[in-house]
């Protein structure tokens, strides 16, 4: 009788043993490159933050399974569900300032993790960048400020451009009155020459 009383609350213990820790399973190992807007930011001290990103496209990282899907919203932690910033090199640094610096309607492309256990589970940044969305109307703009912060372009004066895509370049060929300037642009429309 003894041996089963033994038995049995060896067995409950057992029982209760992998009930407690069988939620601490850790996620399978896991990567998505996707494209994503950026529908809220909550700013802490800085310079870290946690983004709410909408999944707009999902891509495998070789060797990873994808757990980013289309059309889901999800909370993002940079670098770590904790991070610590003295810990942090160069390039978790300049991931933390990116993601403090988004804004709400901010396009992204991101490197991005499911981390965690049943304790404490989330998604992370690995690696992110800002994605300027070309406008026509933007483009214009650019190119006219540009112009006339230069002196090349005055009021009333006419611009007339042309915008050849080349990679990840712009390059335009603006005419103003007797005057022709090529700017190179990259695709974050930042200027990077003109002659």
């Not at 609350?9 to 209760?16: A, E, P, R, V």
């Not at 993002?76 to 991070?83: A, C, D, E, G, N």
């Not at 160069?90 to 490197?111: H, Q, W």
Request: hydrophobic share 50%.
């Amino acid at each position: 009788m003894d041996i089963l009383k033994y038995f049995l609350i060896l067995l409950l213990i057992l029982i209760l043993f992998q009930v407690t820790f069988a939620n601490m399973v850790p996620v399978v190992e896991n990567r998505s490159k996707v494209i994503a807007r950026v529908r809220a930011v909550f700013l802490k001290d800085f310079p870290f933050s946690e983004i709410v990103l909408e999944i707009l496209k999902s891509e495998n990282v070789e060797g990873f399974k994808n757990f980013a899907e289309v059309g889901d919203i999800i909370l993002v932690y940079p670098i770590s569900l904790k991070p610590n910033i003295s810990s942090a090199g160069d390039f978790e640094r300049r991931i933390l300032y990116t993601c403090y610096f988004l804004k709400p309607g901010d396009m992204v492309r991101a490197e991005i993790e499911f981390i965690g256990d049943e304790v404490m589970r989330g998604w992370v940044v690995r690696d992110v960048e800002r994605i300027v969305e070309v406008r026509e109307d933007l483009l214009k703009d650019v190119i006219y400020s540009f112009l006339k912060a230069k002196g090349v372009i005055k009021e009333g004066e006419r611009l007339e451009y042309k915008v050849v895509k080349d990679g990840k370049f712009y390059k335009v060929k603006a005419k103003v009155e007797e005057k022709e300037i090529n700017i190179i642009l990259d695709e974050n429309l930042v200027i990077l020459n003109y002659f």
